[in-house]
């Protein structure tokens, strides 16, 4: 399968889909409303970035987030995201930055599937 880099995402894409630099065609209209199943996918990759977060604020470090993600470029990328940020302190303040980060990468996630 191959992967398509969209910001610190990485979306599986269909080994038959164009490129992403191809002109629209009648088929795939540009900007199309993601499946259903593209929706759920995203779901499950935004929610799964919330226990990534929480073990960053419980004391993961980067390198051993890395060794847990096992090689998964996906989880590669969602951990450099996540690092590439700064800390908030406070529970109140780690709660925004977790359900802002689930958020953004949902919003990202549905951009890409849009453009497929």
């Known amino acids: 399968m191959k992967y398509l880099l969209i910001a610190a995402l990485m979306l599986p894409v269909s080994a038959n889909a164009a490129p992403a ?6 088929a795939a ?3 199309a409303a ?3 199943a593209q929706i759920d996918t995203c779901a499950k990759i935004s929610k799964g970035s919330r226990s990534i977060v929480l073990d960053r604020y419980n ?5 051993a987030a890395y060794l847990a993600s096992k090689g998964d ?11 590439s940020l700064p800390r908030k302190i406070g529970d109140k303040y780690q709660k925004v930055q977790i359900d802002e980060f689930e958020s953004k990468l949902f919003a990202h996630c549905i951009q890409s599937a849009e453009k497929m």
């Not at 630099?21 to 009648?26: E, G, K, L, M, Q």
């Not at 004391?59 to 390198?63: I, S």
């Open 21 to 26: 630099n191809a002109a629209p065609t009648d």
């Open 29 to 31: 209209p540009a900007n």
């Open 59 to 63: 004391g993961v470090t980067m390198p």
């Open 73 to 83: 470029i996906l989880t590669i990328q969602i951990v450099k995201a996540i690092y």
């Open 34 to 36: 993601p499946t259903d």
